[in-house]
T-cell receptor, first 114, second 113 residues
Framework: DGGITQSPKYLFRKEGQNVTLSCEQN?????MYWYRQDPGQGLRLIYY???????QKGDIAEGYSVSREKKESFPLTVTSAQKNPTAFYLC?????????????FGPGTRLLVL | AQSVTQLGSHVSVSEGALVLLRCNYS??????LFWYVQYPNQGLQLLLK??????LVKGINGFEAEFKKSETSFHLTKPSAHMSDAAEYFC???????????FGAGTRLTVKP
């Protein structure tokens, strides 16, 4: 079955720690995205990538970093510079960055701070 | 830049009643419009999308939405609510030259027995 997988489902971060969220897709999509979801605020774009070895900042990139070394993988690192990381993180992909393309979402990772 | 506004953060209906979730958009060019559904602790699933082929769009699970340019609206409806429709619903907009998708704040639908 084609789809997007995210791991882990829950992740706990200690103060000053960097953590990495995994996102893998086997849909052969060129574009991938990371969103942050907070209650009552909808989804906000953190980073996106249109192609391997290229990525762009979204609206709330501060305190986050990404890489795109393989087409199917787009991991997100939440760094210690992100002071309020508790949120639900969603990864998505689309065939390309053209307008009207449906974005397909993974099941999400919930990040909690210890 | 494009944006959407969802009117009503919470909507409650009785089982069997009409579901109406409101979405208004803002876009300087013809928009693409989407409705997604999210069940607790899950990702988003596409319900339907508007790409200018037809103003009335039918989606999964009996939902449909009508694009009204004059009202800049794309409201989601379902004639008869089912308990399984209880979820959060997001309206989203993107434009023809990029896939920068903007989401509304979401509407939580509760269905009472």
């Amino acid at each position: 079955d084609g789809g997007i997988t995210q791991s882990p489902k829950y992740l706990f971060r200690k103060e000053g720690q960097n953590v990495t969220l995994s996102c893998e897709q086997n849909l052969n999509h060129d574009a991938m995205y990371w969103y942050r979801q907070d209650p009552g605020q909808g989804l906000r774009l953190i980073y996106y990538s249109q192609i391997v070895n290229d990525f762009q900042k979204g609206d709330i990139a501060e305190g986050y970093s990404v890489s795109r070394e393989k087409k199917e993988s787009f991991p997100l690192t939440v760094t210690s510079a992100q002071k309020n990381p508790t949120a639900f993180y969603l990864c998505a992909s689309s065939p390309d960055r053209g307008g009207g393309e449906t974005q397909y979402f993974g099941p999400g990772t919930r990040l909690l701070v210890l | 830049a494009q944006s959407v506004t969802q009117l009503g953060s919470h909507v409650s209906v009785s089982e069997g009643a009409l579901v109406l979730l409101r979405c208004n958009y803002s876009s300087s060019v013809p928009p693409y419009l989407f409705w997604y559904v999210q069940y607790p602790n899950q990702g988003l699933q596409l319900l339907l999308k508007y790409t200018s082929a037809a103003t009335l769009v039918k989606g999964i699970n009996g939902f449909e939405a009508e694009f009204k340019k004059s009202e800049t609206s794309f409201h989601l409806t379902k004639p008869s609510a089912h308990m399984s429709d209880a979820a959060e619903y997001f309206c989203a907009v993107s434009e023809f030259n990029n896939n920068d998708m903007r989401f509304g704040a979401g509407t939580r639908l509760t269905v009472k027995p």
